[in-house]
């Protein structure tokens, strides 16, 4: 059930930017790393790289979820939160690790296999949604029912379950979403969230913490839906991580603590941004305290 994004991509690159928590340790080729001492020495700002148009995770005012995780994991640790801003859907963001800037990369799929990473801070996955009036869609679970056949379902294309759709003979009456403006990374969601709405979709799908905000927002009543019973096909649950540098267990082992430490404050902040959240077995969480 759960992903080992492969060439899914290294930033669980499911169709959806997420931020970078970063720090003056970096990775410059392995000796240069063996030469850095471990970020846990480290006393200065605790740096997080980040875009600063990107709701629900982060924001230049600092709104979104993964900056209020970022502001819990500094304050735990006792260090001043710092940012530096790439807009990531321009291109911008740095590669992890390679020019002294991150100590961290929050929202790093479980087993990418270019970094290491953290124990999982949340675990989420893929949603469908519908309006919630819309009785024809109730208990729809999974992409295979066949209540699903000619329904209008809105998805961002090139994205796990675009390919679920084709496998389950669902493409012809699907509509897909692209990111046209690379100013505006939200845009797909918000014209399917608003369709959805209208009637003019029947369901839509979306990476759970994209679709659980904007539905959240929405102006009609929308369920969420995490598609956590799939069978076949590309991994649609994903255990999310920390990206660390290599060579620095001592900075890995601190963070696996704050994270053990914290785990109902982290469910609390996510759950607030209606994130849904997955225990391990993929039961649906729905109170912070574990």
């Not at 649906?284 to 305290?289: F, Q």
Request: net charge negative.
């Amino acid at each position: 059930m759960f992903g080992r994004p492969g060439n899914v991509g290294y930033r669980l690159a499911i169709g959806f930017a997420v931020l970078l928590l970063a720090g003056p340790c970096g990775l410059a080729g392995a000796q240069e790393a063996h030469a850095q001492p471990s970020e846990t020495e480290n006393e200065g700002p605790l740096r997080v790289c980040a875009d600063p148009d990107n709701m629900p995770f982060s924001n230049e005012a600092g709104h979104g979820f993964e900056n209020k995780l970022a502001e819990l994991v500094a304050d735990r640790l006792d260090r001043r939160l710092a940012y530096s801003w790439y807009p990531e859907a321009r291109g911008g963001m740095p590669t992890p690790f390679s020019n002294r800037d991150c100590a961290i990369v929050m929202g790093y799929a479980q087993g990418a296999e270019l970094i290491e990473d953290t124990n999982p801070y949340y675990y989420t996955s893929y949603v469908l949604l519908h309006r919630r009036d819309d009785e024809g869609m109730a208990g729809v679970k999974r992409l295979s029912d066949p209540r699903l056949k000619g329904k209008r379902i809105g998805i961002v294309a090139r994205t796990p379950p675009a390919a679920l759709l084709a496998t389950n003979g669902l493409t012809a009456s699907a509509v897909p979403y692209e990111s046209s403006s690379e100013q505006d990374a939200p845009r797909p969601a918000l014209d399917m969230i608003q369709a959805l709405a209208e009637g003019e979709l029947d369901a839509a799908i979306l990476w759970g913490p994209i679709g659980g905000y904007f539905a959240q927002n929405s102006h009609v009543p929308i369920d969420v839906v995490p598609l956590v019973n799939e069978t076949a096909g590309p991994a649609l649950v994903y255990g999310i991580t920390m990206g660390v540098p290599p060579n620095d267990p001592q900075w890995k082992h601190q963070l696996n603590k704050v994270i053990a430490e914290n785990q109902d404050e982290i469910n609390a902040i996510l759950l607030s941004y209606n994130v849904p959240l997955l225990a391990p077995d993929g039961e649906l969480i729905k109170s912070a305290e574990r």
